[in-house]
Nanobody
Framework: VQLQASGGGLVQAGASLRLSCAGS????????MAWFRQAPGMGREFVAALRWTEGTTYYGNSLKDRFIISRDNARIVVYLQMNSLKPEDTAVYYCAARVGSGHYTGADEYDYWGQGTLVTVSS
């Protein structure tokens, strides 16, 4: 399994940004693809996840009102649309995947990780 994240960059507060994660090798009947983020000096924080077969989603606390996770049905690509960005959203954003269809929010529950893409929000 390989995951390739892209789309990070430097934006001003209030802007929007869309991250992409392209997956390969996910030859499973059920799996979850997710986004985490890690700010400098902090642990890895759950952002959002999508159950691929069902298409259902769930989010980390307080992020659902600004972030939207979605997928490309024709390819194994998951997106993270981030709106009204704030300086505290600055972090390296990682995509992750695991087999299953449950509710997984812990970083240690995911087996596959992409390399991360840096998002910097200036005030």
């Amino acid at each position: 399994v390989q995951l390739q994240a892209s789309g990070g960059g430097l934006v001003q507060a209030g802007a929007s940004l869309r991250l992409s994660c392209a997956g390969s090798g996910l030859f499973f009947s059920n799996y979850v693809m997710a986004w985490f983020r890690q700010a400098p000096g902090m642990g890895r924080e759950f952002v959002a996840a999508l159950r691929w077969t069902e298409g259902t989603t769930y989010y980390g606390n307080s992020l659902k009102d600004r972030f939207i996770i979605s997928r490309d049905n024709a390819r194994i690509v998951v997106y993270l649309q981030m709106n009204s960005l704030k300086p505290e959203d600055t972090a390296v954003y990682y995509c992750a995947a695991r087999v299953g269809s449950g509710h997984y929010t812990g970083a240690d529950e995911y087996d596959y990780w992409g390399q991360g893409t840096l998002v910097t929000v200036s005030s």
